[in-house]
């Protein structure tokens, strides 16, 4: 079994930055794609970033310039710098882990998710 879990959250004002940190942990074997995705009220959940164990990275278009996928491989962590935030930024961030767990079986899991605020 593979868990999922989510820091970070905040309230930020326009303009300010936030860093999300995400780790993944458990039955690990391969972890390949870790991402984050954002849900806003009314909306359906996008993807902002995602990042290969590879490092290939990429990005939804109106965060591209702003905000930055990273992650540590060492530690099965991914984080996201976000900068120069804006309000259309308020949304849940969840992050996404997919790979292979040590019986050789694929898994995609989910954290709970985080709440960005940005707001004056």
């Known amino acids: 079994q593979v868990q999922v879990a989510e820091s970070g959250d905040g309230l930020v004002q326009p303009g300010g930055s936030l860093r999300l940190s995400c780790a993944a942990s458990g039955s690990i074997y391969i972890l390949d794609v870790m991402g984050w995705y954002r849900q806003a009220p009314g909306k359906q959940r996008e993807l902002v970033a995602s990042?290969?164990?590879?490092?290939?990275?990429n990005y939804l278009d109106s965060v591209k310039g702003r905000f930055t996928i990273s992650r540590d491989n060492a530690k099965n962590t991914v984080y996201l710098q976000m900068n120069s935030l804006k309000p259309e930024d308020t949304a849940v961030y969840y992050c996404?882990?997919?790979?292979?767990?040590?019986?050789?079986?694929?898994?995609?899991?989910w954290g709970q998710g985080t709440q960005v605020t940005v707001s004056s």
């Open positions: 996404n882990s997919q790979g292979f767990t040590w019986r050789s079986t694929k898994y995609d899991a």
């Open positions: 990042t290969t164990k590879g490092g290939s990275t």
